[in-house]
């Protein structure tokens, strides 16, 4: 793969200067995974080189080891044409690396100042130079579109755009040479992300050296320069984007193996299976929570599984948290079995029917310290009880048996500790806790997070047990190939915004994943639109 | 609409100050306390309340620095007592004033550095590593004096840094020392780039990491300066009781919360201020002063403390509520 990496690297050849950064063949492990394997990958000045992949393809992995959060396993990592290894991200700050993260690193109470030089401050003495601080700020705040009057307000008071021009001030006034963006326009409005562009190009041309990692395809083009690709934690491609096309791209990024190729029409047909006379469980009416959900209108009913697909920060999680009822709407309907509800709290949203099976198990959802019975019964304490306040030991472990038996959760026995099953046990666990409350629909969030192989498939055999016995689930899920095997119909959401729906594959138990629809998906995730697809497809 | 919603928006933006409030219950304090008693607003008694407010305020500085760097120390009150005694007993067994002064500045110092190597090198909670040290300093000072109190130290010139003896009128040394220790906090805390990094850490730990803040260094100075505010507070209490009884200090740590969070510190870190803490000391006091002028029985001022402690949180929490809706309110405007 190393040698095809320099053969492209000179056909593109833009620059035949050396480049400031040059990562080798690295490497990362994590026990038990492979987080980056043998990726190359060179940052000239004044170059935008874009970093493509899907998500967990090892592209934080990869900013991690350039930034200095992380050491690489194997390979090197040269900066100025030496070995360099980091052990803080200030070493990398200090040679002139600059990362702004996809997550806020600001401090929320300090002000624009304040931000740019915390860590880094100007000192006179042993006092702060709050003039110098200020006149360095100020002399670049302009050209990318903060006001002076902005500069004092603490920066958590500020929109996401201008948090954006913050960090990249922080990296300016140190006179960063390479700028690392992690997903910048996630977040951001339309005209807002025109502006950060315009930004990008700025720093193009005082010679930064930017790596832009982005989902939005189209995004892409007339602004990067070279495009990396990354899939499965390895290097695919480095490419030219006047050589490609978005549907290009979204083939490099989800991999076409040839012999599924063939199974692309599978779902052909199913549509005449008239689901629209199954009762609706769940219906939104232009839910709308901002700033992160607008106008979402769906449905799903009895026997069906709804995928969401979207990449972190589409709003999916959120949407989960407004059907719940833990976040109020700001306006639009919800129906439950074509009643109008005001869902309060999670707890109506339980009496209603409505369960979460979280992501994060180890956070939101199992109570490590106690026994399997006990988180089964955890949300259903009345079930359980003589006279709903005395807690019954027996009902207690009558029902967690009867769970263990069904699920085929396999244990010593109901007394025993939920931390020491395996995760997808643990998963077995959490999933009969939200059954036992009966509910008609189920939302799964991430469902198979961190569980191995042969467990999913018992965690998918779960999910459609449910929706055959006449319940309905949501599952959210940052894998596309399991979304599109499990679901009946897929809704793609984006920037808090649903911007499609189409038909899953339905139970897909042959192995075989459906790459087109894939792809359509991954496009649609990207942003990459119908016109544009069309105007790329007819040269 | 505008004209309904402005002035609304103005006192919203009132209550989001963190010192607004503190100054507001200031303000009615004074007044209700100069109505109700006529002898409340005279020299002497703002002598009285002024060197009575140094303790909590000594201790309420540093649990501020403290708190802005997100963490707490439960353990000023016992650090208080054993860095008194330790210097005391230094000056019974006949070391120079001096000498025995620095001690107990140098303990009260030395207690917060073992706090903030067990928070930072252990890695233990700061609730948990302060109120093991609350405990252990508060037995020590026992087991070693045997329940009896230390005697015999009081050499004349303790008498004036302890402000027993007046020599300046009402200005005595210990306020002279307090006046200091606000100045040297307040500067720190807003010109030094120590100050910067704490304010920041509190504001967010994980921004700190990335930015290249040496944030263990930060804390257990946060740490130190909050056992040396400690160590001199017992210094001037031992001087002022003239006797160091194994319980001195006891329950102090409440007040220097209290105060500290009165004055707009927030226990999620990342902000407050030396004024803020003077501002909290002060309440507590003319309230303690109150309850001493009224005649009534003294148990009531930790009821007090304690409610007063509790308001200022449930203001904190409010304001904050307010704050955050109305950033909400805003991003919803911009897109209607």
């Known amino acids: 793969m190393f040698p095809s990496n320099v053969t492209a690297a000179t056909q593109v050849g833009l620059a035949a200067e050396a480049p400031i950064v040059e990562a080798r063949r690295l490497g990362k492990r994590y026990p038990g995974v492979i987080a980056l394997d043998d990726v190359s990958l060179s940052l000239r000045a004044g170059e935008i080189h874009a970093l493509l992949g899907e998500n967990g393809a090892g592209k934080s992995t990869l900013i991690g080891l350039l930034s200095g959060l992380s050491n690489p396993d194997s390979g090197e990592l040269l900066v100025d044409n030496k070995t360099r290894n980091f052990t803080s991200p200030r070493q990398a700050q200090d040679l002139g690396i600059s990362t702004i993260y996809q997550e806020q690193t600001l401090a929320p109470h300090l002000t624009v100042i304040e931000n740019v030089y915390f860590g880094r401050e100007l000192k006179r003495g042993p006092f702060l130079d709050e003039r110098a601080m200020r006149r360095r700020v100020e002399s670049l705040c302009e050209e990318f579109g903060l006001s002076k009057t902005d500069l004092d307000l603490p920066t958590g008071s500020l929109g996401a755009l201008k948090q954006h021009v913050v960090q990249i001030l922080k990296a300016l006034a140190f006179d960063a040479r390479v700028v690392i963006l992690d997903e910048p326009t996630s977040g951001l409005e339309d005209s807002e992300r025109q502006m950060l562009f315009d930004h990008m190009r700025r720093m193009r041309e005082r010679g930064v050296a930017l790596l832009w990692v982005t989902h939005r395809l189209d995004e892409l083009f007339g602004l990067a320069d070279v495009i990396t690709v990354l899939r499965d934690s390895r290097w695919v491609a480095h490419v030219a984007p006047t050589d490609q096309t978005p549907d290009s791209l979204v083939r490099l990024m989800v991999g076409r193996s040839r012999n599924l190729a063939e199974s692309s029409t599978v779902h052909d047909g199913r549509e005449g299976l008239s689901d629209t006379e199954q009762a609706e469980v769940l219906k939104l009416t232009e839910v709308t929570r901002l700033p992160l959900l607008r106008d979402i209108s769906l449905t799903v009913r009895q026997g069906e599984i709804l995928g969401i697909a979207g990449i972190a920060g589409a709003g999916r999680t959120e949407l989960a948290r407004v059907i719940l009822g833990a976040d109020r709407t700001d306006s639009g309907e919800v129906f439950v079995r074509g009643r109008r509800v005001l869902i309060r709290n999670p707890r109506q949203a339980t009496k209603l029917g409505i369960s979460l099976v979280p992501e994060e198990r180890k956070t939101q959802a199992i109570l490590g310290s106690m026994s399997i019975a006990q988180n089964i019964s955890i949300s259903s304490l009345d079930d359980v009880s003589t006279g709903t306040i005395v807690l019954n030991n027996r009902k207690e472990k009558n029902a967690a048996n009867r769970f263990v038996t069904e699920l085929r959760i396999r244990c010593s026995g109901v007394t025993q500790k939920i931390g020491t099953l395996s995760g997808g046990n643990q998963q077995k666990v959490i999933i009969a806790r939200a059954l036992f409350n009966k509910p008609s629909l189920l939302i799964f969030d991430e469902p198979t997070q961190g569980i191995d192989v042969a467990a999913k498939t018992e965690i998918y055999r779960l999910i459609y047990d449910f929706v055959d016995k006449g319940g309905a689930a949501i599952v959210i899920s940052s894998e596309l190939p399991e979304l599109v095997n499990l679901s009946d119909r897929i809704v793609v959401m984006r920037e808090g915004r649903l911007v499609g729906e189409l038909t899953g594959q339905r139970r897909n138990t042959t192995g075989g994943t459906d790459n087109e629809l894939a792809e359509k998906i991954m496009a649609m995730v990207a942003g990459v639109t119908e016109q544009s697809r069309v105007a790329e497809e007819t040269p | 609409m505008i004209a309904i919603t402005a002035p609304s928006q103005r006192f919203s933006r009132l209550l989001a100050n963190p010192s607004a409030g503190a100054i507001l219950l200031l303000v009615i304090l004074i007044v209700a306390m100069s109505v109700a008693f006529p002898n409340f607003f005279t020299g002497i008694n703002a002598g009285n309340v002024s060197n009575q407010m140094v303790f909590v305020l000594l201790l309420a500085l540093g649990m501020t620095v403290v708190l802005i760097t997100g963490g707490i120390d439960l353990s000023v009150g016992s650090v208080m007592g054993l860095s008194a005694g330790i210097g005391a007993y230094t000056i019974t067994s006949g070391a120079p004033l001096v000498v025995g002064l620095l001690t107990t500045m140098a303990v009260g110092a030395f207690l917060g550095l073992i706090n903030g190597i067990m928070i930072t090198k252990l890695g233990l909670p700061d609730f948990i590593a302060t109120l093991a040290m609350l405990g252990v300093a508060r037995g020590a000072l026992f087991l070693w004096t045997g329940g009896v109190p230390i005697i015999g130290y009081m050499l004349p010139e303790?008498?004036?840094?302890?402000?027993?003896?007046?020599?300046?009128?009402?200005?005595?040394?210990?306020?002279?020392?307090?006046?200091?220790?606000?100045?040297?906090?307040?500067?720190?805390?807003?010109?030094?780039?120590?100050?910067?990094?704490?304010?920041?850490?509190?504001?967010?730990?994980?921004?700190?990491?990335?930015?290249?803040?040496?944030?263990?260094?930060?804390?257990?100075?946060?740490?130190?300066?909050?056992?040396?505010?400690?160590?001199?507070?017992?210094?001037?209490?031992?001087?002022?009781?003239?006797?160091?009884?194994?319980?001195?200090?006891?329950?102090?740590?409440?007040?220097?919360?209290?105060?500290?969070?009165?004055?707009?510190?927030?226990?999620?870190?990342?902000?407050?201020?030396?004024?803020?803490?003077?501002?909290?000391?002060?309440?507590?006091?003319?309230?303690?002063?109150?309850?001493?002028?009224?005649?009534?029985?003294?148990?009531?001022?930790?009821?007090?403390?304690?409610?007063?402690?509790?308001?200022?949180?449930?203001?904190?929490?409010?304001?904050?509520?307010?704050?955050?809706?109305?950033?909400?309110?805003?991003?919803?405007?911009?897109?209607?």
């Open chain 2, 158 to 336: 303790y008498y004036v840094i302890s402000g027993l003896s007046q020599p300046f009128g009402f200005i005595t040394v210990p306020i002279l020392i307090a006046i200091v220790a606000v100045v040297v906090v307040a500067v720190v805390l807003k010109f030094t780039s120590y100050g910067r990094h704490a304010y920041g850490l509190g504001s967010s730990p994980h921004a700190a990491v990335l930015s290249g803040v040496p944030v263990a260094r930060i804390k257990v100075i946060a740490y130190m300066i909050s056992g040396l505010m400690a160590g001199v507070a017992g210094m001037i209490m031992a001087g002022r009781n003239t006797t160091v009884a194994p319980t001195m200090g006891l329950g102090y740590e409440v007040a220097a919360i209290a105060a500290a969070i009165i004055g707009g510190a927030a226990l999620g870190g990342g902000r407050g201020s030396a004024f803020g803490a003077v501002i909290g000391a002060l309440v507590l006091s003319i309230t303690a002063n109150a309850i001493n002028i009224a005649g009534v029985s003294s148990s009531w001022q930790q009821v007090v403390t304690g409610g007063v402690l509790l308001l200022a949180v449930v203001f904190d929490r409010v304001s904050s509520l307010i704050r955050a809706r109305s950033a909400r309110l805003a991003t919803r405007l911009a897109h209607a």
